[in-house]
């Protein structure tokens, strides 16, 4: 009970015996007095001591209950106080929850990470453990079989990747010289199989494409001294014309007619040799000036730089008409010399020849040696088995 409670019943404490007191003097006195006045004052008095006392338990009650008033209201706001404290406290607690799962995620993101770490070291470990077994387990015919394997494959792709044969072919005779060192049994199909890629690839010849190109820019490069063809006018013989104007004048004395008969076969014979005339069959082609000289040389060059890119690219239809064509030009606008003649039978020679490569396959040798491998692997691994068993049962 609270402070102003007990004050409150101690007031109508006090209050209830002051009246009690009084009455019982008013009663007392009552006595004394008459009957009549007696019982009219004693009646009065009692009213009055009940209004009273009414009225101050009325009092005394509001008091009470405004006390109470008071301290529930406090209680109230001691509850609603407790409760945003509970309620931020819980979202504290919320909040701090929230953030230990994410280190726990993290935590747990950063466990599996170091697992899947743990696990590919150990198959790294694995992996090199298994290789330094095989690597201790190694023979020397293992050794050598695997240099072969490789040059096997290694002259596959410089087949396909620089197209001539001539590298191929020396990798090839190279392995079948380390499986003649071998000499292991059952080497005689793996042997058989690089002598039928060594056999295809001389049969497939070899074509010599540099040649063939440096030959061509050679050839370009003579273009310029060549000489073409010019108007040619015949110069007439000076001095039989002098032999003949001196007859005449040792003839001085003879007679006129003799003269002018002279006179007129000497000139006759003059004419005859200024003026030739000539049945051509083609048409006459008119003198080139030196910039239509130049475009001709320039063009020429040109077919033949166009030659030798084909050559390059294995291109045998353009290869043949860029030569083709460029015999037609030294034909039509060169003077056919003893250069010119023979630049012109160069490039009859080049345009016979092929440019293209043909390229077989060798596969045959590189799938004899892995097969042979996986089988003499195959045995060791039945053998040492056999051995093992063996072991056991003694």
Do not use: C, H
């Amino acid at each position: 009970m609270s402070e102003s409670e007990e004050k409150a019943q101690a007031l109508s404490n006090s209050t209830s015996k002051a009246a009690t007191k009084k009455a019982q003097s008013t009663n007392a006195k009552a006595s004394s007095a008459k009957p009549l006045q007696t019982n009219r004052s004693s009646s009065s008095y009692l009213w009055l001591l009940l209004g009273l006392t009414a009225f101050l338990t009325v009092i005394a009650g509001s008091w009470f209950g405004w006390q109470q008033w008071q301290s529930l209201q406090s209680k109230m706001e001691e509850i609603e106080g407790l409760s945003i404290a509970l309620n931020k406290q819980l979202q504290r607690s919320d909040s701090q929850d929230i953030a230990f799962n994410n280190r726990e995620l993290q935590q747990a993101e950063k466990n599996q990470n170091l697992s899947q770490k743990m696990m590919d070291l150990q198959l790294q470990l694995n992996a090199q453990g298994a290789r330094i077994t095989e690597l201790g387990s190694t023979t020397r015919t293992d050794w050598y079989l695997s240099e072969a394997a490789y040059l096997a494959r290694l002259a596959s792709q410089r087949l396909q990747t620089e197209r001539s044969t001539k590298n191929p072919l020396a990798l090839l005779q190279k392995v079948d010289s380390i499986l003649v060192e071998l000499n292991e049994v059952g080497m005689l199909a793996v042997r058989a199989a690089i002598a039928t890629d060594i056999a295809t690839l001389r049969l497939a010849g070899e074509i010599d494409v540099e040649g063939i190109v440096l030959e061509l820019n050679a050839l370009t490069a003579e273009i310029d001294q060549l000489s073409m063809i010019q108007l040619s006018v015949p110069v007439p013989d000076i001095n039989q014309a002098l032999d003949s104007n001196d007859s005449a004048n040792a003839d001085v004395n003879s007679t006129l007619s003799q003269r002018w008969s002279s006179l007129v076969d000497t000139f006759s014979q003059s004419l005859g040799q200024l003026v030739q005339v000539k049945q051509r069959v083609a048409p006459i082609e008119r003198v080139l000036s030196a910039s239509e000289e130049s475009i001709v040389r320039n063009n020429l060059r040109l077919l033949l730089q166009q030659a030798a890119n084909a050559a390059l690219r294995e291109q045998q239809t353009i290869y043949d008409l860029s030569l083709k064509r460029a015999q037609q030009w030294v034909a039509q606008y060169f003077q056919m010399n003893s250069s010119v003649q023979v630049l012109k039978n160069r490039m009859i020679d080049l345009g016979g020849k092929q440019v293209v490569q043909q390229l077989p396959r060798i596969d045959g040798s590189v799938n004899a040696l892995e097969a042979f491998m996986i089988i003499r692997q195959s045995s060791l691994l039945e053998a040492s088995e056999e051995a093992v068993t063996t072991e056991e049962l003694d």
